[in-house]
């Protein structure tokens, strides 16, 4: 029977900011790849076994952040580490990035002079160490999402926006929310591949209408997330299998910055920038998710 | 106690005090009111600013006192003021925000995202609700205090902007930001 020495299974999941000052922020989420990616929280799960002879186990999907925004007019510049290590699963994943981000939004007008859309850009480079097969590469990627914010006939297109009324007798149902990215992505190296990319989020609030009464419209979550890329220019052997993740679970938010919360999740698929090799896996994890200042 | 120090200690109290050197004792004390002005500020709800208002007003009217009605009618029309530039400030708001709430019926107690329906992305990115914010405070500006330049006006920073959940805290936000203007 294996022993263990000390035995730490660390389950959560952190999204973490902290606003130093008006300029400058630090946060961790679960990759820069793009702007959903970076919304979602990290994920860290750890077993460290006494027994010497079994390995160290690791499931880690994280980057810390440290921005600086509003730097310029409208530009936000952060520097970044980002690791995902996976030997959790039948092919193992360790890779570890440091890199720049910009993000800045283009702003579209209507003859009121109100925001009428916006695009919201965000362009990384990171180089990047991919320990299991020791390779080191340069990655870039160049995301962009179209914001509607201002249109009565086509609101079901609105990003990150509550599609049905919570005062709708349909939301005692659901309500639910959607979010998109398309981009170009960069492999550098052995690859030197350029990319499409593009992204799909849904998200659904089941009794939102009913949890709400408890100031918990949240407190239900099922979101599914698609994520495809094909190659534009140049050939690569990498794993471009479409990424697609299922996720349900419980979110109870403690006030406005910080919640709590147990998520289940299925993965099916591949992930280039990360190094995730084409495979499926689902993981049942708790959620903290943290913001100080 | 020597008299310096009891005339540093009644200073404390702000309070001007006349003390008779002419003796070791205290033997005659002046108490001078002074013309100092007082700025009291303290938070209170909208009902219950209401509430005080409506009982300043009584006491207006039953009082003979003219230095009293005097007082009362000050504080009272201060009051009327807020509420004033309150309404202004909303119904602006609610002109300029109409069509980012997808036309729902916008209350101060509205909560932006959850009830009208508003972009997170309005709301918690530059050019959104933080520029529909900015232009509200300065009409509000330009039509109560023509005087101030308002090319030297401290815009609301995004930050602030980005935190809010109702549309009462923004218009709070404005509303303070109005009157931290010197």
Redesign the interface.
């Known amino acids: 029977m294996k022993t263990f020495r000390s035995l730490l299974i660390v389950c959560f999941t952190v999204s973490f900011g902290s606003?130093f000052s008006?300029k400058a922020s630090i946060s961790i989420g679960e990759s820069t790849t793009n702007s959903l990616t970076k919304n979602k929280p990290a994920q860290v799960i750890a077993t460290f076994p006494e027994n010497e002879t079994i390995k160290n186990s690791w499931l880690a999907d994280g980057f810390i952040e440290f921005k600086l925004t509003?730097l310029f007019k409208?530009y936000n510049i952060g520097a970044l580490s980002e690791l995902h290590k996976n030997n959790l699963t039948s092919k193992e994943q360790d890779v570890l990035q440091f890199g720049l981000t910009i993000e800045k939004?283009y702003?579209f007008n209507d003859s009121h002079d109100?925001?009428c859309f916006?695009i919201?850009s965000g362009l990384n480079m990171k180089y990047t160490n991919n320990r299991v097969k020791g390779k080191k590469e340069l990655q870039g990627n160049l995301g962009l999402t179209l914001?509607?914010?201002?249109s009565?006939n086509f609101?079901f297109l609105?990003?990150?926006?509550?599609?049905i009324?919570?005062?709708s007798s349909f939301a005692y149902l659901f309500t639910l929310s959607h979010n998109h990215n398309i981009g170009l992505g960069y492999i550098g190296g052995d690859e030197n591949v350029l990319l499409g990319d593009a992204s799909f989020e849904l998200s659904i609030y089941p009794l939102s209408r009913l949890t709400?009464l408890i100031e918990q419209?949240e407190l239900i979550q099922i979101n599914w997330n698609i994520n495809g890329r094909t190659p534009l220019l140049g050939e690569t052997d990498i794993d471009l299998n479409t990424l697609q993740t299922f996720s349900a679970g419980f979110n109870y938010r403690i006030n406005?910055k910080s919640s709590v919360g147990i998520s289940y999740s299925w993965q099916k698929g591949a992930n280039p920038y990360t190094r995730l090799d084409n495979q499926e896996f689902k993981t049942l994890s708790a959620k903290l998710k943290l913001t100080i200042g | 106690m020597k008299h310096d120090e009891v005339a540093a200690h009644l200073t404390c109290h702000n309070k001007q005090w006349k003390v008779d050197k002419a003796s070791d004792e205290i033997v005659q004390v002046y108490v001078y009111q002074t013309l100092r002005i007082m700025k009291i500020e303290f938070e209170i709800e909208e009902k219950e600013a209401v509430l005080l208002l409506k009982i300043l007003q009584q006491f207006m009217g039953q009082t003979n006192n003219p230095n009293v009605l005097k007082s009362l009618s000050k504080i009272a029309s201060e009051i009327e003021s807020d509420f004033q530039i309150g309404n202004q400030i909303f119904l602006l708001l609610r002109t300029?925000l109409y069509?980012?709430t997808?036309?729902?019926v916008m209350l101060p107690e509205s909560d932006m995202?959850?009830?009208l329906?508003?972009?997170?992305?309005?709301i918690t990115?530059?050019?959104?609700l933080e520029?529909?914010a900015n232009i509200v405070f300065i009409q509000i500006v330009k039509n109560n205090k023509p005087d101030v330049d308002i090319r030297k006006l401290k815009q609301i920073?995004?930050?602030e902007i980005k935190?809010c959940?109702l549309i009462s805290d923004v218009q709070e936000i404005i509303q303070s930001a109005y009157e931290n203007i010197s």
């Open positions: 606003a008006q509003d409208n939004d702003l109100q925001t916006r919201i914001s509607l914010e201002k009565e609101r609105q990003p990150s926006t509550r599609l009324n919570i005062t709400n419209p406005d | 300029r069509d980012y997808n036309h729902n995202r959850i009830f329906g508003m972009s997170s992305n309005f990115r530059v050019g959104g520029r529909e920073p995004l930050d935190k959940k």
